[in-house]
């Protein structure tokens, strides 16, 4: 008599039968850590190349800036706005004239106060802006003025931190905190060590931040070079970041060739 095959449903139940991609306890386990940074770069790039967003304006500030704040908040706020929108409208971000890659493309790091306020300047000029958000244990959600193919969320700081600088094209920061801080002199420091290519950098608002931080005292004690502060500009309005910008040499992109003139 031939023998009945056992029943098959604890092979087909297996963690181990299932597909690796599918499988949400051996993505998450520590082996694969390297493998989920990999797609967290992967995932972002390949959207921002499908977009064509070839490089970006970074602006850095508190998430707890308000449009309707106390004191200084709320001027804050309206000049983050109005800088989102003018560099949309000078800086290449749309596609205009047969363009195929945007330029200067407003990214913050997604979420409110002054993050908000420059996805909501370029989300008014009707330019994409982008949101890189990062999980917290306090939940940060995305703001609604970046756009939505552009509202991404990562994991890992580094990451994130990796996709904010590596399309830079110039940094902004206004007011903020510890956040503000450690984004700032990461980027501060990859251009000290030359790690960064050449890019301007604007604090706003010169009264805070000399207020917040006592940049020449670092000189003095021999922590760095008196050259390391060139590194640094400052703006008190929207316009005079612009001009400190473009004043650094930020890339913009070329007017179209005028095709009467080329024929000449």
Same mark, same amino acid.
């Given at each position: 008599m &031939?023998?009945?095959a056992p029943d098959?449903?604890?092979?087909l139940t297996?963690p181990s039968?299932?597909?690796?991609?599918l499988d949400q #306890?051996f993505l998450?386990?520590?082996?694969m850590?390297?493998?989920?940074?990999?797609?967290?770069f992967a995932k972002a790039?390949e959207?921002?190349?499908r977009w =064509?967003v070839r490089?970006?304006v970074?602006?850095? =500030?508190s998430?707890?800036?308000r449009?309707?704040?106390?004191? @200084?908040?709320?001027?804050?706020?309206?000049q983050a706005?109005? +800088?989102g929108?003018l560099?949309?409208?000078r800086?290449g971000?749309?596609?205009?004239?047969g363009?195929?890659?945007r330029?200067? /493309?407003i990214?913050?790091?997604?979420? $409110?106060g002054? %993050? @908000?306020?420059?996805?909501?300047?370029?989300?008014?000029a009707?330019?994409p802006?982008?949101?890189?958000?990062i999980?917290?244990?306090?939940e940060?959600?995305?703001?609604?003025?970046?756009? &939505?193919?552009?509202?991404f969320r990562?994991?890992?700081f580094? %990451?994130?931190?990796m996709?904010?600088?590596m399309?830079a094209?110039?940094? /902004?920061? +206004?007011?903020g905190g510890?956040g503000?801080?450690d @984004?700032?002199?990461?980027?501060?420091?990859?251009r000290?060590? #030359?790690k960064a &290519? $050449?890019i301007p950098?604007v604090?706003?608002?010169e009264?805070?931040?000399r207020?917040?931080?006592?940049?020449?005292a670092?000189?003095e004690?021999g %922590?760095?070079a008196?050259a390391?502060?060139d590194?640094l500009?400052?703006?008190?309005?929207?316009e005079?970041?612009?001009?400190?910008l473009?004043r650094?040499g930020l890339k913009l $992109?070329? $007017?179209p060739v005028?095709?009467?003139? =080329?024929a000449?």
């Open positions: &031939p023998t009945q098959n449903r604890a092979q297996s039968y299932r597909l690796a991609a #306890d998450l386990g520590e082996s850590r390297g493998v989920r940074f990999l797609l967290e790039d959207v921002l190349r =064509g490089s970006t970074v602006v850095f =500030g998430a707890r800036v449009e309707d704040g106390p004191g @200084e908040q709320a001027r804050w706020y309206e706005r109005r +800088f929108a560099v949309s409208e800086g971000a749309k596609l205009e004239n363009d195929h890659v330029d200067n /493309v990214a913050t790091g997604g979420g $409110p002054v %993050m @908000e306020a420059a996805n909501r300047g370029a989300y008014e009707g330019a802006t982008i949101g890189f958000n999980t917290l244990p306090r940060q959600t995305p703001n609604p003025y970046c756009t &939505p193919d552009l509202t990562f994991h890992y580094a %990451m994130r931190k996709h904010l600088a399309r094209n110039a940094l /902004v920061v +206004f007011p510890f503000t801080f @984004e700032l002199f990461e980027i501060l420091t990859l000290q060590t #030359d &290519p $050449p950098i604090l706003f608002d009264a805070y931040w207020s917040i931080i006592n940049f020449e670092l000189v004690h %922590m760095i008196a390391d502060l590194l500009r400052f703006a008190d309005d929207a005079d970041v612009w001009a400190e473009v650094g $992109p070329e $007017p005028d095709s009467e003139r =080329g000449d």
